[in-house]
Every structure is written in C-alpha cells, then in structure tokens.
C-alpha cells in the first residue's frame, strides 16, 4: 500500500469498502473529532489525543476505539482484536453498508470523546527491571544485616545503579576498592550518583 496523506486517499485505496468507510466519515466528521493520518489510517483525535480510527481489512470495515475497553458496549458490538495482547483497544466491525446504524456509531462516538476528556485511558506498564546482586555484594550482605536492610530500602533505580558499579568492575580488587567505597553511601540511604544530581 503507498503511503497513505488524506481520509479521502485512504478511503479511495479501500475500492472494496469505500461507500461505507464514507459512511462512517461522515458521520465521526459530524462530532468535535479532528481528523488526521497515523500509521496510514485515518485517525481521530480531541485535544491532540487518538480517540478512534478507521479501518478496511479483508473481510471487515470499521471503527477501532484506542480505549474501547471503557464503552459501555450496551449493543455488545466490540471486540478484541488480539486477545491477551490488546488491553485498552477495542473494534466496532462491518460487513455491509446495511449493518452500519448512523445513532448507534454515534453514541459510541460520543462516549469515547466524553471517556477521553474524563482521561479515561490505559497507561502502557512498564516492566520493573530487576537489580541482578553481584556475589560481591550478596557476600556483604550476608556478613552485614544492617547494610542489607539498607541496600533493600534505596529505590530500585539505585540499587541497580549500585550493583552494575560492582559488576562492571573486571579486576577482584577493583570490586573490593568499590564496595568499600559504596558500603557508607548505602548505609547513608545515598545513591550512586546522587551528589551529581543537583549540580
């Protein structure tokens, strides 16, 4: 498919669907929503934020909502369009032009500026990274309960920051030289590079 810079191309290129995807246009064109092209769709959006876009697939048209998971679905018309990996995203699906009720699309419309206003939205989970504890510093902390309790109070960012200081050193001395240099720091509920942070 060549790059995609208007609705109207868009719809174009959708020769199968196109009457219908008009349709649908016309009728999210009738709301607040502005539109605007992402990843080669027609997307729409309030306050520069997605709300919902439009689709022509295989053997289906239709509207996704980017938070769909919010709508009351009272018409039971979304679905999930990659169980177990899409958790906000939800598909409004057509056939034909005669399955498409102009009220209908329009109050899931509604409801879905209204839930993006409200701030309404699924926030992507970031993966907590875990600290890997060098043997060095496993050592000391078997020898040292209270440099442990404190080790275990830092942030993970610091304590992550502290054990790749001890495993990047190569030479054994050089991880002794550090870990005497780090022991009152931690006791001290320091991180690594705390006294760089307010220069």
């Not at 092209?37 to 439009?54: A, D, E, H, Q, S």
């Not at 169980?83 to 329009?106: C, P, W």
Request: net charge positive.
């Amino acid at each position: 498919m060549k790059k995609i810079y208007t609705a109207e191309e868009y719809i174009g290129e959708s020769s199968e669907y196109n009457q219908e995807l008009e349709l649908l246009r016309t009728i999210i064109l009738s709301t607040e929503l502005e539109e605007t092209i992402k990843w080669n769709f027609p997307v729409y959006t309030v306050k520069n934020k997605n709300v919902l876009g439009l689709g022509a697939f295989k053997n289906h048209f239709g509207i996704w909502f980017f938070n769909g998971v919010f709508l009351r679905d009272e018409q039971n018309l979304l679905v999930n369009a990659q169980e177990g990996k899409t958790k906000a995203m939800r598909q409004m699906r057509f056939q034909s032009l005669e399955d498409i009720d102009k009220n209908i699309v329009l109050s899931y419309v509604h409801e879905a500026i209204e839930n993006q206003k409200l701030g309404k939205e699924v926030k992507p989970k970031r993966q907590k990274k875990e600290a890997i504890i060098p043997p060095e510093l496993s050592a000391a902390f078997s020898s040292n309960s209270k440099f442990k309790k404190a080790f275990e109070l830092l942030s993970n960012y610091k304590q992550r920051e502290y054990c790749d200081y001890i495993a990047t050193a190569k030479r054994v001395v050089t991880k002794e030289r550090r870990l005497e240099k780090i022991t009152p720091m931690i006791l001290n509920g320091l991180g690594l590079n705390d006294k760089y942070k307010n220069c």
